[in-house]
């Protein structure tokens, strides 16, 4: 089966703007979760989402949000970009109790 | 909050000899413990776990130790091998199967 993918790898935006992430799941996984890594607060998690429901939520602002479609790709939205929003995105799946993580998405805001 | 921490950043062991990671935790609702390996520019990997009613678990060159009255854990690599130059996260799993929680993780170097 084919890992977990997720696109762009890389992207700069600068502040203000917003951008979207996308994730596809290894098929036949409906759990996506998502998460920030930075160097100062670690990995840190987002949210989950498994069949198109969002299941739980970190701490993290309203500016960040999710969704998951049907084939159960997901997508995260930040919007009103900090450079605080700085970090590698990471997202992954389940099917069960371990989870499967994608090479990242490297977000830099300027 | 770090519910899950990794005091070393860094760790440098040489090849053969034995690398010991430590990590504490302060979540008692933890229900499992895992390990997860990460080169650059990928995604972490899974590597060894153990459930929270267990005190060891060894899977190859690798072996989990938990001391729950400490909520303390350890990975034991014996022996170490370049290839195991890798930043290692320390996790924590409660009743919620798709939230982790990560320490910050601990580069180690093994070096020939």
């Known amino acids: 089966k084919a890992g977990v993918t997720q696109t762009p790898r890389y992207l700069i935006k600068t502040r203000g703007q917003q951008v979207t992430l996308s994730c596809s799941p290894i098929s036949g996984h409906r759990s996506v979760s998502w998460y920030q890594q930075t160097p100062g607060q670690g990995l840190q998690f987002l949210f989950e989402y498994f069949s198109e429901t969002q299941r739980n939520k970190g701490n993290f602002p309203g500016r960040f949000s999710g969704r998951q479609f049907s084939n159960s790709r997901s997508e995260m939205n930040v919007s009103t970009l900090e450079l605080g929003d700085s970090a590698l995105y990471l997202c992954a799946s389940r099917d069960g109790y371990e989870q499967y993580f994608g090479p990242g998405t490297r977000l830099t805001v300027t | 909050d770090q519910q899950v921490k990794q005091n070393s950043p860094s760790l440098s062991v040489q090849e053969g000899r034995i690398s010991i990671l430590n990590c504490d935790y302060t979540n008692s609702m933890f229900d499992y413990f895992l390990w997860y390996k990460k080169y650059p520019a990928e995604g972490p990997t899974f590597l060894i776990s153990?459930?929270?009613?267990?005190d060891k678990n060894e899977d190859g060159r690798f072996t989990v130790f938990l001391n729950k009255s400490a909520k303390h854990l350890s990975l034991h690599i014996v022996p170490s091998q370049p290839g195991d130059s890798a930043v290692y996260f320390c996790v924590g799993r409660g009743s919620t199967l798709g939230r982790l929680y990560f320490g910050r993780g601990t580069q180690l170097t093994v070096w020939p």
């Open positions: 153990i459930s929270s009613i267990k």
